[in-house]
């Protein structure tokens, strides 16, 4: 079993930044792919970044390319999502995620779960 908790959201003025922080416990290591979702209100979950448990492959969706980073400290069980320059559309409800790799991760198809956290963009 693997427990995800999700900080860092808050509420932000649009082109600012925030970083966001998923803690991992119990079974854990470098043994999962990572990866991280969001839901805005009234839509559907979808695929925000991924990366390899050694954080040698890192994917993105292409909202977000260029602006959001993740990374991985394996050494402090610790997963991170540095996003910049946000706008209003990135406003969503975030989730960590750990799955077997970051393809089955980009589907979806991920074996635990965060509880989120909340990012909200003005403009």
């Known amino acids: 079993q693997v427990q995800l908790v999700e900080s860092g959201g808050g509420s932000v003025q649009a082109g600012d930044s925030l970083r966001l922080s998923c803690a991992a416990s119990?079974?854990?290591?470098?043994?999962?792919?990572m990866g991280w979702f969001r839901q805005a209100p009234g839509k559907e979950r979808e695929f925000v970044a991924a990366?390899?448990?050694?954080?040698?492959?890192?994917t993105y969706a292409d909202s977000v390319k260029g602006r959001f980073t993740t990374s991985r400290d394996n050494a402090k069980n610790t997963l991170y999502l540095q996003m910049n320059s946000l706008n209003p559309e990135d406003t969503a409800v975030y989730f960590c995620?750990?799955?077997?790799?970051?393809?089955?991760?980009?589907?979806?198809?991920?074996?635990?779960w965060g509880q989120g956290t909340q990012v909200t963009v003005s403009s």
């Open positions: 995620a750990a799955g077997l790799s970051t393809r089955t991760i980009q589907t979806g198809a991920c074996d635990y």
């Open positions: 119990g079974r854990t290591g470098n043994s999962y792919a």
């Open positions: 990366i390899s448990p050694v954080g040698i492959t890192r």
